[in-house]
């Protein structure tokens, strides 16, 4: 099972949107199987016997994938959003350290010298 993670870790190295596009896909139709599975099992323990069930998550099956795909984009987005706020910050932080002079129209350090 670590392999597969490796594989993705590695895909995400070498082309990170190929890889952002496999972390959906197999996010959906993770939660796609789920769904399909859950709702079979709940219907073979109400009695339901055949083919029924089975046909019912079939049919189903499109619109759960792509609820999990509506589920499943916000959380794949989460680190990149995070990712993008650190790097704000620590530029932020940052260009206050190098000591370089406060552009002109920036308040002077004395507040009670008029600007005259």
Do not use: K, N
């Amino acid at each position: 099972m670590w392999t597969g993670h490796l594989l993705i870790v590695a895909l995400a190295a070498l082309a990170p949107y190929i890889s952002l596009g496999v972390l959906l896909l197999l996010g959906a139709l993770a939660r796609t199987w789920e769904r399909d599975h859950r709702s079979v099992t709940a219907r073979r323990m109400r009695g339901a016997t055949g083919s029924g069930p089975t046909w019912a998550a079939g049919l189903a099956g499109p619109f759960r994938f792509l609820l999990g795909l509506l589920e499943v984009t916000p959380q794949a987005l989460f680190p990149l959003v995070l990712g993008l706020l650190v790097g704000l910050a620590l530029d932020a932080a940052w260009t206050p350290l190098q000591g370089s002079p406060r552009p002109t129209g920036s308040p002077s350090r004395q507040p009670w010298r008029s600007p005259c």
